[in-house]
């Protein structure tokens, strides 16, 4: 089970939220077969998503991720739960790259140029979607540069998967450190230099350092609390229910041309990859319930 960890410093101007995900990018990993470079590209997009979707106000509140670059991977597409539960999943899965020059995942280079597109749903009439330019496609840049163009906050993303050489997720997780609309500015660099002094987060997670230890050396100097710590793991909130009412939204007339055959239909989900069946007589039943619906 993966571990949300928001943390705030003693004069309420930093707030940092950790995340500890080994275990969320370990269970994609088993679901959607991932390439080492596909893991570690969905797993820094799962560890985001947990993360940002975790400081939504309302249990039925969503944030939906979606990394759109021209790169081999495809896109990248996850969903998290204000409680931080989250699910996601990339277009080509088996897509492996050489390491880049600095002996690391080539994330940048799999996820190329494009857009970063954060959407919200507070259970409003629309959405809130923003939008900002993949910078980097290496994803914690990128997070962090749709919080300064989208949301106008300062904000600091580390995000880290370690894949041992048989392919196994050994440590992964990230944190997402913003300053709060009254603080310091001057606070940033003296962040950053602390940051910079780290080792890489995934490294530590996979030596079994604890989430308050990694929070000190981030913190340093500066006095913080934690205010609050929760599990968070890979869910799918799927069902057969689900699909026969995306199947009914399509339509009479598409309908009727898929019970033309009189074959079962199957549908499969992207996230989860659980397949559902639907026999001849129930999608005749989707059909009557669409003809009525119409009527």
Do not use: W
């Not at 998503?49 to 021209?70: E, H, P």
């Not at 934690?226 to 229910?241: F, G, Q, T």
């Not at 041309?257 to 199957?266: F, G, H, K, Q, S």
């Amino acid at each position: 089970m993966g571990t949300l960890t928001t943390s705030l410093s003693q004069d309420g101007s930093i707030r940092i939220i950790f995340s500890q995900s080994t275990s969320i990018v370990t269970e994609a990993q088993r679901i959607h077969r991932l390439s080492k470079t596909a893991t570690a590209a969905l797993g820094r997009a799962l560890t985001a998503t947990s993360i940002m979707a975790s400081t939504l106000k309302n249990v039925t509140d969503s944030l939906t991720l979606q990394i759109k670059g021209d790169g081999p991977l495809g896109t990248i597409l996850c969903v998290g739960e204000a409680d931080g539960c989250v699910r996601g999943y990339v277009a080509r899965p088996e897509t492996e790259l050489p390491l880049n020059a600095k002996g690391k995942f080539d994330v940048g280079g799999a996820v190329g140029a494009g857009q970063l597109y954060v959407i919200k749903d507070m259970g409003l009439n629309k959405p809130y979607v923003g939008v900002s330019n993949l910078i980097s496609g290496e994803i914690a840049e990128d997070i962090a540069e749709y919080y300064a163009v989208s949301e106008q906050i300062p904000t600091v993303c580390a995000l880290g998967v370690r894949v041992a050489e048989t392919g196994e997720c050994i440590g992964a997780g990230g944190f997402l450190l913003q300053l709060m609309p009254f603080a310091d500015k001057g606070l940033i660099p003296k962040i950053e230099e602390n940051i910079s002094s780290l080792e890489s987060i995934s490294l530590m997670i996979a030596k079994g350092e604890s989430v308050e230890s990694i929070l000190k050396k981030i913190y340093k100097d500066i006095a913080f609390d934690i205010l609050d710590s929760c599990e968070a793991k890979y869910r799918c909130n799927c069902s057969k229910d689900k699909y026969a009412a995306a199947l009914i939204t399509l339509g009479e007339k598409e309908l009727r041309e898929m019970t033309e055959d009189n074959e079962p239909i199957e549908a499969r989900c992207n996230f989860c990859d659980t397949k559902y069946i639907f026999s001849t007589e129930e999608m005749k039943e989707l059909l009557e319930y669409a003809v009525r619906k119409n009527e």
